[in-house]
């Protein structure tokens, strides 16, 4: 049996203090925000007898155990030994769902750093529904790792103990309480195995979910967006910029004095129709970005917007 707790004298007088208050209250406010999180995603997925006291207790309750009636048993060792072969069972069904649960939390965490570390430069989400969906995805990799993380938790164990009153007993009833207590055990820990392999389901699902969406947004981004389209993009912009215009055309000269009229000269040919007419976009990119005022122009619109930003922050 286990010590009973000892109070000090001044257990009842003394109050916490207010750091150990606060957190305590932190403690609380952490453990009841993952657990309801882990409620949730378990329903979500179709766990309807699942309840917060489960996830709380990190076990189900679905089995109990009942001692084994031994009596008529005379070779007693044969049934201890198949009791421990059950038993190591379940701890080896322990090790293979962690082992699966090792493989996905290091690839979701590898799979979120690298959407926050290409996402901002790689991808230009425009429209509003692409990024909804983009933050689902990260949040729904951020939920399972929150989950793997609540089942590498330390949760409620059982183990076997030997007390002098277990040494006392006679040797035939010494092996049929070992036989009860690795039955009981093996109970335990199908119970919270139990209950961490459908933790395991509902972590694997949110993970393929919000694969799925991170592939469909870069299928939709790189499928909708083209080289064209960005140069067309690029020439608008520094149309609709006044300050790059001005620049330009740069500061006016001062008036000069009228000259004399020329010659009438030769006409010219007959312009084509608005219709027929031909840009050469391409080239007209190339001199743009081949002009060095250009050039010096968006890099101070670019230092300009960059202090702003940090102004901002």
């Not at 916490?16 to 406010?29: A, E, I, K, M, V």
């Not at 999180?37 to 309750?61: M, N, P, Q, T, W």
């Not at 790189?222 to 055309?249: G, P, Q, V, Y």
Request: aromatic share 10%.
């Amino acid at each position: 049996m286990p010590d009973e707790p000892r109070s000090s004298p001044q257990a009842g007088t003394t109050r916490p203090g207010l750091f150990q208050r606060l957190f305590d209250w932190f403690h609380g406010f952490r453990s009841a925000v993952v657990n309801w999180l882990a409620y949730i995603s378990l329903r979500l997925y179709g766990f309807e007898d699942v309840s917060i006291s489960d996830v709380k207790r990190g076990a189900y309750e679905g089995k109990q155990h009942k001692d084994r009636g031994l009596e008529n048993v005379h070779d007693t060792k044969m049934l201890l030994s198949a009791a421990k072969e059950c038993f190591d069972e379940s701890q080896e069904r322990r090790v293979a769902i962690t082992e699966k649960c090792k493989t996905l939390l290091t690839v979701s965490s590898i799979l979120l750093g690298l959407i926050g570390l290409l996402l901002p430069k790689s991808f230009a989400f425009d429209a509003t529904w692409m990024r909804l969906v983009c933050f689902v995805a990260v949040f729904g990799l951020f939920n399972v790792i929150i989950l793997l993380l609540t089942f590498f938790s330390v949760g409620q164990e059982s183990r076997l103990t030997l007390e002098q009153s277990d040494i006392d007993l006679p040797p035939q009833d010494f092996d049929k309480n070992r036989i009860n207590l690795y039955l009981r055990c093996q109970v335990a820990a199908d119970n919270r195995t139990d209950y961490l392999v459908d933790l395991y389901k509902v972590a694997r699902f949110f993970f393929l979910s919000a694969f799925s969406l991170v592939v469909v947004l870069f299928s939709v981004s790189f499928l909708s967006t083209s080289d064209h389209e960005e140069a067309n993009e690029l020439i608008r912009k520094l149309r609709s910029d006044s300050e790059l215009i001005e620049l330009l055309r740069g500061p006016a000269g001062a008036k000069g004095e009228r000259g004399e009229k020329g010659d009438r000269g030769k006409r010219g040919l007959q312009g084509v129709d608005g219709e027929d007419a031909v840009l050469d976009e391409e080239r007209l990119i190339e001199r743009l970005v081949s002009d060095p005022r250009i050039a010096e122009k968006l890099k101070e619109l670019t230092d300009a917007k960059e202090k702003s930003k940090q102004k901002e922050e």
